[in-house]
């Protein structure tokens, strides 16, 4: 599973053959979170409440190359958050 970026030790991952709701996998030390692409709400995990706000923030600004990347499964390094 490729990594689209990485920031405050968090690694956002996406499954390129995976199949149900588009999302992606965000993990963080021993936590693991999954990410609807649609609402950006953590679908299933146990990712930490701050973590969480951090995974949401940074794909609010990248949610369109979120969205290719699951539709075209062309990978694609974003940046992290600043």
């Known amino acids: ?15 390129f053959r995976e199949h149900g709701v588009p999302h992606f996998h ?5 936590f693991n979170g999954v990410f609807d692409l649609n ?6 995990g146990d990712l930490p409440p701050r973590a ?4 949401r923030d940074w794909a609010e600004r990248y949610k369109g190359e979120l969205q290719r990347m699951w ?9 992290g958050l600043e």
Do not use: N, S
Not at 26 to 30: I, M
Not at 39 to 44: A, G, H, K, R, Y
């Open 1 to 15: 599973m490729p990594v689209i970026a990485r920031f405050y030790g968090i690694l956002i991952k996406m499954y």
């Open 26 to 30: 965000a993990v963080y030390a021993e």
């Open 39 to 44: 609402t950006l709400e953590m679908i299933e």
């Open 52 to 55: 969480q706000r951090l995974v």
């Open 71 to 79: 539709e075209t499964q062309d990978f694609m390094k974003l940046p």
